[in-house]
T-cell receptor
Framework: NAGVMQNPRHLVRRRGQEARLRCSPM?????VYWYRQLPEEGLKFMVY????????ESGMPKERFSAEFPKEGPSILRIQQVVRGDSAAYFC??????????????FGEGSWLTVV | TQLLEQSPQFLSIQEGENLTVYCNSS?????LQWYRQEPGEGPVLLVT?????EVKKLKRLTFQFGDARKDSSLHITAAQPGDTGLYLC????????????FGSGTQLTVLP
């Protein structure tokens, strides 16, 4: 059973370019989350999506960042006009349908973005 | 805003020793998860606890969820160098919110 797949694992972008990070959830999982881990900081929630819907984007910066989870294909986190402060590890996670007592969330191996 | 305080931040012990990592909050969580993260990799799930007072064991690791579901602990018995890593607790709020709130992590080093 393949885990959460993220690509690319490492991405280098110049300031002002766009970064696109992809995530395929675990088989059978319909919920996708994106988290960011800045250097020397903990993991911070960004956005929660289900197929074709953004459920909670309260942790996403209001500008330059967007996320989608189309009906077909992977979830994509898009960062436009990247700045050095966007350099971080971006983790995708997935979980199955909602359970009454909370859900176990599985993480991918991350995409490391470096802005130069 | 829900916060999870994790302690200690760093822990260096000798092989064979026991240790406990704590995760505390003033908020109630519907579930709490413990992860371990290696450098350059994503968090790997160790356990999920959902019931107040619940105790789960995973080989030499014992996880406990507080009765009030505000705190949790991870106890490792007879630590081994292979236990070295960053241990993270993460709580999930009640209701429809599904985001995890992470603690700042405990960096454990077990010396041979």
């Amino acid at each position: 059973n393949a885990g959460v797949m993220q690509n690319p694992r490492h991405l280098v972008r110049r300031r002002g370019q766009e970064a696109r990070l992809r995530c395929s959830p675990m088989k059978g999982h319909s919920h996708v989350y994106w988290y960011r881990q800045l250097p020397e900081e903990g993991l911070k929630f960004m956005v929660y999506l289900q197929k074709e819907n953004i459920i909670d984007e309260s942790g996403m910066p209001k500008e330059r960042f967007s996320a989608e989870f189309p009906k077909e294909g992977p979830s994509i986190l898009r960062i436009q006009q990247v700045v050095r402060g966007d350099s971080a590890a971006y983790f995708c996670a997935s979980s199955p349908v909602l359970e009454a007592s909370g859900n176990t969330i599985y993480f991918g191996e991350g995409s490391w973005l470096t802005v130069v | 805003t829900q916060l999870l305080e994790q302690s200690p931040q760093f822990l260096s012990i000798q092989e064979g020793e026991n240790l406990t990592v704590y995760c505390n909050s003033s908020s109630v969580f519907s579930s709490l998860q413990w992860y371990r993260q290696e450098p350059g990799e994503g968090p790997v799930l160790l356990v999920t606890v959902v019931t107040g007072g619940e105790v789960k064991k995973l080989k030499r690791l014992t996880f406990q969820f507080g009765d009030a579901r505000k705190d949790s602990s991870l106890h490792i018995t007879a630590a081994q160098p292979g236990d070295t890593g960053l241990y993270l607790c993460a709580g999930q709020a009640s209701g429809s919110a599904r985001q995890l709130t992470f603690g700042s992590g405990t960096q454990l080093t077990v010396l041979p």
